[in-house]
């Protein structure tokens, strides 16, 4: 509440990925560590998987009901992905907001770009995997969809990729796609590391940094900044300038490319 006696806005927090990128397994994880933070619960008109509930999973509709409902406006957004319809409740968010509730929706690319027109001053993050060959291992092993839907959603990341820079952060999950990071951290221009000024963690950097330097990846070590995220006013007006005009869409397609 401002001194006006307004109640604050909340945020829009808006997480989009490819299918198998992992962005339920890190919005779960957000949840649990923001557990006053709404999850907006989305409409669809697919089949429900094993071990989903209905109000918690997700909103599941006939199709006849879905397209009523879009006659009635009743949708922050919807899009239909691969035959199916999926939305999300607009009065339900947009209350919650007005409330001074921050709301995360997990939602497809169509839908987040519909949602930015209409809600411009959301957060909005793309999730993608280190490569086509571990979205495809992880498709496959969650064993829920058959070859031909995991074929439509690797074909359909190219087209989705095209718009990823319209997100405001990219975020690469790496998770178990690969046995080490740093073959994508050689890849970059420059790796930025939190600074907190906290003795535990200076002294991990300085471990991190002989540990390159000792198995000859002295490149990274030379591209190693640290980043007082809490002092951002303090941060060169050079250095934000970089970061604000990274080229985040090719880095992304060329860690993609990565077999």
């Not at 001053?121 to 979205?135: E, Q, R």
């Amino acid at each position: 509440m401002d001194m006006s006696g307004k109640t604050d806005k909340g945020i829009l927090l808006v997480v989009s990925g490819p299918s198998g990128a992992g962005k339920g397994t890190i919005c779960s994880a957000i949840r649990e560590l923001y557990p006053d933070l709404h999850y907006s619960v989305s409409m669809t008109t697919r089949e429900p998987r094993k071990c989903e509930v209905e109000g918690e999973s997700y909103f599941f509709r006939t199709k006849e009901q879905f397209e009523q409902l879009i006659k009635e406006d009743a949708f922050l957004e919807y899009a239909k992905v691969y035959d199916n319809y999926y939305g999300t409740p607009k009065k339900y968010v947009l209350d919650l907001i007005d409330k001074g509730q921050s709301v995360l929706l997990e939602i497809d690319i169509q839908g987040a770009m519909q949602v930015k027109k209409r809600y411009p001053t959301g957060v909005f993050i793309y999730i993608v995997p280190p490569s086509l060959n571990v979205l495809s291992g992880r498709l496959h092993n969650r064993g829920t969809d058959s070859e031909e839907v995991i074929q439509k959603r690797l074909a359909q990341i190219t087209s989705e990729l095209a718009m990823a820079h319209q997100y405001d952060y990219i975020v690469v999950n790496i998770s178990e796609g690969i046995n080490k990071p740093w073959s994508i951290m050689g890849r970059c221009s420059n790796v930025y590391i939190s600074d907190s000024g906290d003795y535990i963690e200076n002294c991990r950097f300085n471990n991190l940094k002989r540990y390159f330097i000792e198995s000859g990846k002295e490149a990274i070590v030379d591209r190693m900044m640290r980043i007082n995220l809490k002092m951002k006013d303090t941060m060169d007006e050079g250095f934000l300038k970089r970061i604000m005009y990274t080229d985040a869409y090719g880095y992304v397609s060329s860690l993609l490319d990565m077999v």
